[in-house]
Structure formats: C-alpha cells, structure tokens
C-alpha cells in the first residue's frame, strides 16, 4: 500500500490525491468525490506516509497499521468509525494491541478506520508487506512522476506547406 502522495487537509473532510505542486502551494484530488482543490501553503497538511501511531515501546507507521487492518479484514472494510467509543477501542486493540492508549484517543482511531474505510472503497489497501525490490519500484515511479511534472513541455512546431 502506497500513501506517499495521500494527504489529509486541515478543515476539510476525506482524504486528498497529490496531483501537482504549484508555486504557492499544489492541487490535491479529493478521495470522496474526485473534485480538485488549490491548496495554500499556510494550510497545514500531513502526509499519510509521515502518520505513525503511539505504541508502548514505539511509533508505528500508519502503513502497517493499515496493513494491519487489511490482513485483519482479509482486505475488506473495517467497522465504522460511528462506533462506540468502547467498540473502537477493542477493535483497535485487536488491531495494534501494543498501542498506547493514554496518548492515543478514540478520535485517533476513529480517524484512522474512517481513512481506512475510504481507501479500502478505492481498492487502496493491501495486506501483502512492501519487498525491498517494491519499495524500490515505488521510489523510481515516483521520481519520475516528479521528474515528468518539472519538465516543461515541448511545444509541437506547426509546418508551412
């Protein structure tokens, strides 16, 4: 599962697509309805990539923590996230049972399975664990995705007969 581009915007519902960088900021694709946004810089915006979850001993990285899901769920959807509080709860400890629960809250969780749910609907998970050759495969398609957006594009030159 790839959320290197999947971004999470303050003030604004769902999940969003890194489509193009801009000068003052970049268009993101909403997951939900597919309407593109002009997003600011002073807008604050995590990348799911960079999301971890509070463990006892550690931070676990979103990804796995999806991953984790998808296995759980055999890569269908999860419980609501309108669940009740002590529902969430368990089923998050199934999920990731070395979490830490006084610093992760019920509406951590709930952010995390409704996501989740909105990437699962967009055939977004996977419970296979990333290869190294995979990762690698990732990295080269994203650098040229990023390469491809810096190149200006060439102009057809029109003939004279």
């Given at each position: 599962m790839n959320l290197e581009k999947i971004l999470s915007i303050s003030g604004k519902p769902g999940l969003y697509a890194l489509k193009v960088q801009t000068r003052t900021g970049f268009l993101?694709?909403?997951?939900?309805?597919?309407?593109?946004?002009?997003?600011?810089?002073?807008?604050?915006?995590?990348?799911?990539?960079e999301i971890s979850i509070y463990t006892i001993n550690e931070e676990k990285p979103l990804t796995e923590?999806?991953?984790?899901?998808?296995?759980?769920?055999?890569?269908?959807?999860?419980i609501s996230h309108k669940e009740d509080n002590a529902t969430l709860v368990a089923y998050f400890?199934?999920?990731l049972p070395e979490y830490d629960s006084e610093r992760v809250y019920p509406s951590d969780i709930k952010k995390v399975l409704n996501w989740y749910n909105l990437l699962q609907s967009k055939g977004m998970?996977?419970?296979?664990?990333?290869?190294?050759?995979?990762?690698?495969?990732?990295?080269?398609?994203?650098?040229e995705e990023v390469t491809a957006e810096k190149a200006p594009a060439k102009k057809a030159k029109a003939k004279k007969a």
């Open positions: 993101a694709e909403s997951l939900i309805d597919g309407k593109k946004i002009s997003v600011s810089l002073k807008v604050n915006v995590s990348l799911l990539s923590v999806m991953r984790n899901i998808a296995i759980k769920e055999n890569e269908g959807p999860a400890s199934e999920i998970v996977s419970k296979e664990e990333p290869t190294i050759e995979n990762a690698e495969e990732i990295k080269e398609k994203v650098v």
